[in-house]
């Protein structure tokens, strides 16, 4: 029985010292509710700065120059000079027809054109023949309208005849498929040996024998809101970026607005024409235009991410605590927006552990942002 109150009573003893080693020492207890009540949050100190409030678009970048090449004439494609992706010049020789049966009509008609100018040099002699005798009345009506009728005839057959001289020359000439301008070789869509039916518009409806594309400059097409169309006009600025140059701007210019609307979609056409001097920008990639579209000078600036709700934000009172104040906001873009009301430079507005906070939150500042 005693040796059982002596255990108890050990056992509450170091209970006790277990109890006593666990609390904190005098004074620090204070300071670690005092911790956690204060919210971290990083701030940043209000300034006046130019703003400008941009529109953004998404599109797809587009060589401002593309056709599809495609002799006039059909037959067989004898030679194909180029490969996709080669540069070529204006001018340059890109692909030949089979020319074998239109040499054959040249030579036809440059023979039946001595045989027509000869016929008309016969009729013509007949004729000044004829009009000789007509003065000296030594002819009959019937005689010279039958005269007449046969240089007619023959002038009717030189001209017909020189027209088919020219067809055959023509063909010979379309038979070279040359470059219309400087660029790249998009594609090759045929080879040697296939045959181009004149009726389905070339090798293809669509593609040609080659595509040739200039993207020393590039376009964008974007569509825009009725809200905005008014806001934008020809010859304005305009900036692109691609994902592939996170960092880079190219700048170009507005080159087409539309008048009207799609009638689908309800929106308008507009054109962004911007310089590729080094072809780093390339056809069928997306691309983000950006149009400024207001600035202003001089403007009470904060960080997009301090304004909750669209209406108010937390500004630092000297006793490291947290007001609520409305604002009124201007001009806007995507990391920035103007304050016309509720803040004054200098003052330090919360952006970054600002939800949750309530007016007199207490604070602690992590970070200054200026």
Same mark, same amino acid.
């Given at each position: ?12 003893l170091l ?9 904190p ?5 204070g ?8 919210? !971290?949050?990083k701030?940043?100190k ?12 998404t599109?797809v ?9 495609t ?11 180029? /490969?996709?992706?080669?540069r070529?010049?204006k ?10 049966a239109?040499?054959? *009509?040249? /030579? ?12 008309y ?5 007949n ?7 007509e003065? /000296? ?9 039958k ?5 007619? $005839? ?5 001209? *017909? ?11 010979l ?10 660029? @790249? ?22 593609s040609?024998?080659?595509t ?16 905005d169309?008014v ?10 970026r ?13 080159s ?6 799609? !009638? ?7 054109? =962004?024409?911007v310089?590729? !001097?080094?072809?780093?920008?390339? !056809?069928?990639t997306?691309?983000?235009?950006s149009?400024?579209v ?19 934000a ?15 906001l201007?001009? *806007? ?14 003052? $330090?507005?919360? @952006? ?14 992590? /970070? =200054?942002?200026?």
């Amino acid at each position: 029985m005693k040796k059982i109150r002596v255990a108890k009573a050990c056992g509450i003893l170091l209970l006790f010292l277990f109890l006593v080693s666990c609390q904190p020492p005098a004074g620090e207890t204070g300071k670690e509710e005092e911790s956690f009540g204060a919210a !971290p949050v990083k701030v940043f100190k209000v300034r006046r700065q130019k703003i400008s409030e941009k529109l953004l678009f998404t599109g797809v970048i587009e060589a401002w120059k593309k056709i599809n090449v495609t002799p006039d004439i059909g037959g067989k494609i004898a030679k194909i000079h180029v /490969e996709e992706g080669e540069r070529v010049e204006k001018g340059q020789l890109l692909a030949e027809m089979d020319t074998r049966a239109i040499r054959l *009509q040249l /030579e036809q008609a440059e023979a039946a054109l001595a045989v027509a100018e000869a016929s008309y040099h016969d009729a013509q002699k007949n004729m000044e023949r004829m009009k000789r005798l007509e003065k /000296e009345d030594a002819v009959s009506d019937q005689q010279y309208e039958k005269i007449k009728l046969a240089f007619d $005839l023959a002038d009717a057959q030189l001209k *017909q005849a020189k027209a088919a001289l020219n067809l055959a020359r023509y063909n010979l000439d379309v038979s070279l498929m040359k470059a219309p301008f400087s660029g @790249v070789i998009a594609s090759r869509n045929a080879e040697v040996g296939d045959v181009i039916n004149p009726m389905m518009g070339g090798f293809s409806p669509t593609s040609g024998v080659l595509t040739l594309m200039d993207f020393s400059r590039v376009k964008i097409e974007i569509d825009v809101s009725h809200r905005d169309i008014v806001r934008i006009q020809k010859g304005q600025a305009a900036r692109l970026r691609v994902t592939v140059f996170p960092d880079k701007f190219f700048q170009g210019k507005v080159s087409i607005v539309n008048i009207t609307a799609d !009638p689908t979609t309800k929106k308008f056409r507009v054109e =962004v024409m911007v310089d590729n !001097p080094n072809l780093v920008l390339r !056809p069928n990639t997306f691309g983000e235009v950006s149009l400024e579209v207001s600035t202003h000078e001089n403007a009470l600036v904060i960080p997009q991410k301090a304004v909750l709700e669209n209406k108010y934000a937390f500004r630092i009172k000297d006793n490291n605590r947290v007001e609520r104040v409305d604002l009124t906001l201007g001009l *806007q873009n995507s990391d920035q927006i103007e304050v016309v009301s509720g803040l004054k430079e200098g003052d $330090l507005v919360v @952006v970054e552990g600002n939800f949750g906070l309530e007016d007199g939150t207490e604070i602690e500042i992590k /970070e =200054v942002i200026e």
